[in-house]
């Protein structure tokens, strides 16, 4: 272990991690059968595209439609049109988008089949505002949203209640013909009609809830998204609408498969493996606080591990925006971490967003270990300054210990490995 190159190491975890989530390794096993009629592709999301590619690679059939994806994040296809559009704040091009996907579903018959291909990032590449709302108002949400710390849960039912899109409708545009969603989830739990504010996928909140949900995490929106969230107009279809009674939902790719593969991975290597949860929410800066506690209790007193031994956990964290800093909140949880382990030896950690990029910048996250912070310090960076001031990608950018594998082509959320020596 002494000789082990800890960041190598932990950079073939998140390998190991983000190779379990591949559409292409896994998309092949959950295809529908093929239709009598036509089959439309419809998809969303910051792999989106790569999941069109995987796709069309096990498909041998006739095959046609849209996806939209980040900004960069596209993949080549044959079949099928691969747009783009910005994440996390949408743009016009997104708006563009969102009318390609429902105009693509428009018009057809029960012997059609529409196939679904949904993941994480979809809720800002789909803005479709409602008659009398704007583009404008849409990203005032987002932003909102973004800022408030709320968890992914509430958002999405606060969005759905804003968008033509959201919340089941773009599957119920698609009716009568069958939907079948592959989902490659990036929510805490898996719940398939939160991931992108599920498109395809209607879930049970409701107005009253999307309102209260506002309430409580004191969010100012524009006046006229709250007019339009105290009417009729705004309710979504629910569950039971008849409209969905044929359409099925397969979860291909989740946080729970990939930190199995990461623990394997580690236990291949020599190293045992904990995995603690797959869906760990909260402020990123609390739970890097409680997970810093638990691997100096590591560390120190060999308790409730014996070391050496890889932690491991995922989900999704959220941060509250107290200031105008760059980071994300991979790198938020950990520049808590390394304030909480600062001084201890035999502590090295990554923290990383499964898609390849963290907040909006470059990283995907970021290595710390107990010298992380001093080394801050030596070249003049106050680690708890940047903490107060949401300015984790500038810590880490000082030390050089950012972590930039690019864009990935999935999206299973938050990976973090702690390793204690």
């Known amino acids: ?40 592709v419809v998809g969303a ?12 690679k096990a498909w041998d059939g006739p095959l046609e439609g849209v996806v ?37 579903v428009s018009g057809l018959t029960a012997d059609d089949l529409v196939i679904a291909l949904v993941c994480g990032g979809g809720s800002a590449l789909l803005p479709a505002p409602p008659a009398g709302l704007t583009l ?40 009568p013909a069958k939907v079948v969603s592959l989902i490659v989830s990036d929510i805490p739990g898996d719940n398939p009609a939160l991931v992108a504010s599920g498109p395809t996928v209607p879930d049970e909140a409701t107005r009253a809830q999307a309102l209260e949900i506002i309430a409580t995490y004191g969010m100012k929106l524009p006046e006229a998204v709250m007019a339009h ?48 949860s797959d869906s760990i929410e909260g402020e990123a800066r609390d739970v890097g606080s409680v997970h810093a506690a638990l691997a100096r209790e590591v560390a120190t007193r060999d308790r409730p591990f014996r070391k050496p031994v890889l932690i491991l956990s995922g989900g999704e964290t959220t941060v509250t ?18 304030l909480g382990i600062d001084g201890v030896p035999g502590i090295n950690a990554l923290a990383a967003d499964t898609d390849g990029i963290d907040g909006s910048e470059d990283n995907a996250g970021a290595f710390a270990d107990g010298t992380s912070v001093a080394r801050m310090r030596a070249g003049g960076a106050d680690a708890k300054a940047m903490l ?34």
Not at 9 to 37: N, Q
Not at 47 to 56: I, N, R, V, W
Not at 138 to 162: D, F, Q, T, W, Y
Not at 395 to 412: E, M, Q, R, W, Y
């Open 388 to 421: 107060a001031g949401n300015n984790a990608w500038t810590a880490f950018h000082s030390i050089g210990d950012l972590f930039v594998p690019g864009p990935t082509g999935t999206n299973v959320n938050d990976f973090r490995a702690i390793l204690v020596r």
């Open 45 to 56: 999301g910051k792999g989106a595209a790569q999941m069109a590619a995987a796709l069309e």
């Open 1 to 40: 272990m002494a000789e082990l190159d800890a960041k190598r190491f932990l950079t073939s975890i998140f390998d190991a991690a983000v190779a379990a989530a591949d559409p292409e390794k896994t998309i092949r096993a959950y295809l529908p059968e093929k239709p009598k009629g036509r089959t439309v």
């Open 229 to 276: 969230l105290n009417s009729p107009e705004a309710d979504a279809p629910l569950a039971d609408d008849e409209r969905f009674a044929r359409n099925e939902v397969r979860v291909i790719a989740s946080a729970a498969v990939s930190l199995e593969a990461a623990a394997a991975e580690a236990k291949r290597q020599g190293v045992e493996a904990v995995i603690l």
């Open 68 to 104: 939209v994806t980040r900004y960069g994040y596209g993949a080549p296809c044959e079949r099928l049109r691969v747009l783009e559009a910005s994440h996390p704040v949408p743009d016009a091009a997104g708006l563009e988008a969102a009318k390609a996907l429902t105009d693509q």
């Open 321 to 338: 925006l107290r200031a105008k800093g760059k980071g994300g909140r991979n790198s938020e949880f950990l520049l808590a971490f390394a």
């Open 136 to 175: 404008a108002d849409e990203i005032a949400v987002n932003e909102a949203l973004l800022a408030s710390g709320a968890p992914i849960s509430a958002m999405n039912a606060v969005r759905k209640h804003v968008s033509t899109i959201k919340g089941g409708r773009l599957a119920a545009a698609a009716y």
